[in-house]
């Protein structure tokens, strides 16, 4: 970082989340004038319009890359249209010991006299809630599954390469040629998707609009500025304002700029999940890179500043703030950009190039919360490319997380994608795979596996909550063998899947008809073409998620049931699920037993494996391949985020030995400590899931920072990633530990019996360790490597 | 023909197979260890490996004072010192935390092959493969062999972690299936080492120096214990040792660790070394040095 960057940062880090009612209160006063006068798309449009007008523009003292959702960096504006925050949801916002935003005064009187009095019993959540069948509330009341779009918008998209080569005005031609087609003779939907054209091409105007503010306000602060540098700067930014994004970008600072506007634009429109991604940025870029170089109007430092830059803008833009159960689920600042660096290229070959390392560094060197980054890793990247990853993971950050490329594209392929336009996709949010800029990849909700366990256990009442929720099954006394009680289970299942899928289907026909996004409809293929808006399948391809969460926690569950009731019948199953409804009261040798003596996933014993293979296939034939609303099909995914905190805290005791309220298991990994026989283990289970056959999967894995120290350390790391993605594994993501996550599990051993800790000439397990030797370690750990 | 086809010994005692071990060899690699040792270090860090036979190992930490152990119990019930321990295991089976476990038991050569190929992914790069490391592997000749050779059939690199004490025509019919031989040294003195790890050290010279004569590739491994293995005496003899073998790839310094005692009290043995400490980076930096014309590679560390 140089002195200007290093600023920008630390003035990113400082700045506080609070709320700006701004947004708020231009949505009111227009939707107030306006409600009624236009067909909802145009609606949409001219909102936003309003806002690229009206909204305050921020530009900051040093910045080279302009535009914010707020009037500040980290002020967060919200979308009362979707929900509308009360007041009581306001003052929990700024008061919450985490993940808090600060709520001015100014905003609570605002959202007191103006926000809530037009909104409330309009906005579309309220009008959600009302057609959601009473089944689907009791489930999610429960805890079975959650809902992504009850305060947020579908998103989770990520643009591809079109903005490099194309202007607004490009694509206002590409409406227009659409809108030429339509032959309202034979077309009996003419009239909408002339509506829909309308909507996309006064949205094209209005980021242009906002771009030509910040050219105006560029030149005004010329005029005042305190240095010779940064008036020149300025006028610069000015001129970069009003070429982009009306024309396509010619150098690297004004693709950046370019996308920064389009960012804006799609976070600005709706709340989108995921916020926006430049997808495969370091391919993008390479093109004006290699042509700045070579004419010598950039150098490498120079670029780095203004990636730098661009980094920042990102921090300064925290996930819009959500109430309740959703805040439960995702209780983070992070909003799940995600960039993407190496992969492929279109024709198949290695799209890593000289940006990925400077990237690299620049992640390494500024380890901000946002953007997150990951490397698509193929077979085809370079081993330089994967040692640099490595490198910045052993940092402790926690990223790049690392995906398999090469699977990346099997999964895409099998879900009817083109080699072309799946290689040029990737992952973003988490873990979803996609293909950018071509595709509605929406997550719709996290699934309780272990509430399913519960049901299944309790004749399809939920045990915690004493609600009927699903059919009867039969109870516990009369399973006769593992098989009629695993039917059983998968039968509570698919019956719980189809209640979220009716519930998404209303959602997701509301969001059509409703809520749709004209903006981010012209940066998606083939939203023009169709005529037809992103949320109402207007995308080339339109895939809906279902995130099963607690994998770890039902094998385990299952493995013990199998094992203590029907192989060896040591107990009665009716009597388990008594002890469990105790919560293991006066049971703490049954507990040890199932915590330590049971087969457990994650340690390659094909006892407890087996049977996340066979939960696994049930989840995905009940869910993959049913019809989604827009054209497009469901898929199981396996990623948590943080729900399995949430989901742990709604379920009883499980046969796992796991008390009632504490954590599932997150993403694929093993129960948290269950995993014994080492890395390799963890791996060689994880990998007997058919992840080709998924939307994405989880796995996290922690090491100390010693079992990476030197070339050793990262050679061997690297080969467990490459041996992992071998057998078709999705993703890797390490944590790297320190002496002070080592204090925390000397004072709770219970939940880190899976931290690995280089010894002596051997590895072993933290906890396993002597006092003495664990004291020493920390020592150790503080001051050298082994 | 049908006498080489039989397995030499199809089974054996082993009291650990350990994954992703990342310092018996080069690259990932799956270790075996076999039970039973002729030598007696005091700062043994596997002293559960020494007697040949299955035994029981309580971990204190661990143990919930349940009692099952003592309900279960054929013999000993009540007594957990374990000098009166009969080994009939039952305590191990019923423990429900896993503090006592039988240390130790009889595994077939092919279990032995087809725990290590569980991980044969992981070993392509750099390598990686099976250690055979104990005790000492060549207390089971016969079992040692038939498994080098069942995972030579396979063709995973096979490594021979041994402190050189066996029946020599053993060790080098073993040697003739393995790809890299850790070969401990100690104490080079005759007396010392007789007086400090109860057995010979001609044996194990001579045994040495029979590898060296079939140019089988070895990395030497010399266990940094202050004040016994580290004096310059010692140094001195591992230099000329070493020196002039070109097939001694290595030499692998291994600083003393304490590891060994709560795994000495955990088979309520008594630890005989607690007056040593650790010795410095600074220490082992000065032994590398000393010794570094002695290998092409002197590291320390595995």
Redesign the interface.
Known sequence: MNERTERLRQESLDAVPCISSERAELMTGFYEENHGKYATPVMRALAFEHLCRHKSLWLGDDELIVGERGPAPKATPTYPELTCHSLEDLRILNSRAKTWYRVPEQVISAYEKTVIPYWRGRTLRDRMFNLLPEQWQNSYDAGVFTEFMEQRAPGHTVLDGKIYSKGFIDFKADINQSRANLDFTTDINALDKAEQLNAMDISCDALMLYAQRYAELAEARAEAAATEKRRLELLQIAEICRRVPAHAPRNMWEALQYYWFCHIGVISELNGWDAFNPGHLDQHLLPFYEKDMAVSTLTENGARELLECFFVKFNNHPAPPKVGVTAAESGTYTDFANINLGGLLHDGSDGSNEITHLLLDIIDEMHLLQPSSNMQLSRKTPDNILDHTLRVVRKGYGFPSIFNADAVVEEQVRQGKTFADARAGGCSGCVEVGAFGKEAYILTGYFNLVKILELSLNDGIDPVTRTRLGPRTGTAANFETFDEFFAALNEQLKYQVDIKIRGNQIIEQLYAADMPAPFLSVLIDDCIVTARDYNEGGARYNNSFIQAVGIGSITDSLAAIKRLVFDDHTMQLNELVAILAGNFTGQ???R??L???MPKYGN?IEEADELMVRVFEAGFAAIDGRPNSKGGAYRIEMLPTTCHIYFGSVCGATPDGRNAGLPLSEGISPVQGADR?????VL?SAAKMDHVRTGGTLLNMKFTPE?LAGD?GI??LG??V??YF??DGHHLQFNVVTAKQLRAAQAAPGEYRDLIVR?????DYFC??????QE?IITRTEH?G? | MLAFSQPLKASGIIFNV???????GP??RTTVFFKGCPLRCPWC?NPEGISAAPQIVL?K?RC?N?G?CIEACSTCAGDHTLENCARCGLCAEV????AREMVGRTWTVDEVRSMVL??R??Y???E?GVTFSGGEPLCQPDFLIACLQACRSEGVHTTLDTCGFGARDKLLHAAELTDLVLFDLKILDSDGHLRHLGAPLEPILENLDALIGQQQRIWLRLPVIPGLTDTDQNLASVLELASGASCIEKICL??Y???G??KHLNINKNYDLNLVSPPS?QRMREIAAQLSDAASEVVI??
């Open positions: 703490d040798v049954l040890q037993r915590l330590h003596r390659d026989n080492g890395p390799t283990a060689k079992l050793e050679n061997r080969q467990l490459r041996s071998k057998m010894v002596a000439g051997y590895s396993d360790l002597s006092e003495a030797l020493e050298q082994f | 350990q994954r992703f071990c990342i310092e018996d690259g990932i860090h971990s930490t919930m349940c099952s423990c429900p935390t896993g569980r991980d992914i992981f392509d790069s750099a990686g291994l600083p660790h304490e590891t005692v709560s980076d560390g595995g």
